[in-house]
Nanobody
Framework: QVQLVESGGGLVQDGGSLRLSCVAS???????MGWYRQAPGKQRELVAT???????NYADFAKGRFTISRDNAKNAVYLQMNSLQPGDTAVYYC????????????????WGQGTQVTVSS
């Protein structure tokens, strides 16, 4: 069973920085990795994604402030968040699209349990 272990969340003041980490356990062939977030009473939204080749995609609110990266050797994805604002307060979820074997066509979607990010005014 694939497990996604997230870390790095916490409480930070307005303008501060945090670095989120997500490590996928076991052997797998990962395609796209990304981060999503969900604030209370709001829908889950995309923050950023990164492909196996390094192509990135950012939500408008993340551009210029957040940076997504990955370490394929560690099956890890990171999200560096700078200039954090109170509006960034949410639970951040790691997402992985992967297949368990090289010859498998089907891609499976995996989610971490989430890590809380709170930005104070």
């Amino acid at each position: 069973q694939v497990q996604l272990v997230e870390s790095g969340g916490g409480l930070v003041q307005d303008g501060g920085s945090l670095r989120l980490s997500c490590v996928a356990s076991g052997s797998m062939f990962i395609s796209v990795m990304g981060w999503y977030r969900q604030a209370p009473g709001k829908q889950r939204e995309l923050v950023a994604t990164i492909s196996s080749g390094g192509s990135t995609n950012y939500a408008d609110f993340a551009k210029g402030r957040f940076t997504i990266s990955r370490d394929n050797a560690k099956n890890a994805v990171y999200l560096q968040m700078n200039s954090l604002q109170p509006g960034d307060t949410a639970v951040y979820y790691c997402n992985v699209l992967a297949k368990k074997t090289m010859f498998r066509v089907q891609l499976d979607n995996y989610w971490g349990q989430g890590t809380q990010v709170t930005v104070s005014s």
